[in-house]
């Protein structure tokens, strides 16, 4: 399948079927991303792959950080309010999201139960932490985040989905201590992966794309 075939069937997965993906697989996706270009080739991620007991041992540790209300403390700045057509593109992700599982907007309830689904890695069986040395700041998130897109196109060429969620970021704390991380190491964010449920609700959510006069300019 060509990246571009690729590209457009692909989307964001939310539910996931019991099973793992071979750890040879797993080895020659890895060692293919290996190859996602960097700035001055500095190669700044640091890739956690979490399974089995380690990945329910920290989704518990989530669970129990978010019932306590504590305020997420990420690595990185994820202070910046979206605003304008930024904030109505965010409004219709959400509303595309709620509206396949019939979540009424009223029910704030049901959407923070929906939004805690982030830190149980939607039941996927493998889970990433995108990490980085914390001084490399935007220049190293730059290098993550098309380490992270080349990283999710060679898995949908395996058949295998994902994923990204910031969310993962937002509580550092227990992943540095469970993966016993060193301090000056920041974790980004994170993606959830495997094979999709195909019968699943939420995994018929789609979004829209600006279209290429708003998005692109051409100059010559």
Same mark, same amino acid.
């Given at each position: ?118 830190? /149980? +890695?939607? *039941?996927?069986?493998?889970? !990433?932490?995108?990490?980085? =040395? ?5 220049? &190293? ?28 970021? /937002? +509580?550092? *704390?227990?992943?540095?201590? !469970?993966?016993?991380?060193? =301090? ?5 964010? &994170? ?30």
């Amino acid at each position: 399948m060509s990246i571009e075939a690729i590209l457009k069937e692909r989307h964001s997965v939310r539910a996931f079927i019991d099973k793992p993906v071979p750890i040879e697989t797993l080895k020659n996706i890895f060692s293919s991303a290996q190859l996602s270009p960097s700035n001055c080739n500095v190669q700044p991620w640091q890739t956690c792959v979490v399974s089995g007991q380690t990945k329910e041992q920290l989704q518990s540790k989530f669970i129990e950080i978010l019932m306590s209300g504590a305020v997420p403390n990420p690595d990185f700045n994820w202070a910046a309010q979206y605003a304008g057509i930024h904030r109505e593109r965010q409004f219709g992700s959400a509303n595309a999201l709620y509206s396949s599982v019939a979540i009424a907007r009223e029910d704030k309830k049901a959407r923070q139960m929906a939004m805690v689904r982030n830190w /149980q +890695f939607f *039941d996927a069986p493998h889970a !990433i932490f995108f990490t980085m =040395d914390k001084y490399l700041d935007i220049m &190293g998130a730059v290098d993550l985040g098309i380490y992270a897109q080349t990283l999710s196109l060679i898995m949908a060429e395996h058949g295998i989905s994902n994923c990204m969620q910031g969310a993962l970021g /937002q +509580f550092p *704390d227990p992943v540095r201590k !469970i993966l016993n991380l060193p =301090d000056e190491r920041g974790i980004l964010f &994170g993606m959830s992966f495997g094979y999709a449920d195909e019968s699943a609700a939420v995994n018929k959510t789609r979004t829209d794309r600006e279209t290429l006069d708003n998005a692109v300019a051409f100059f010559s």
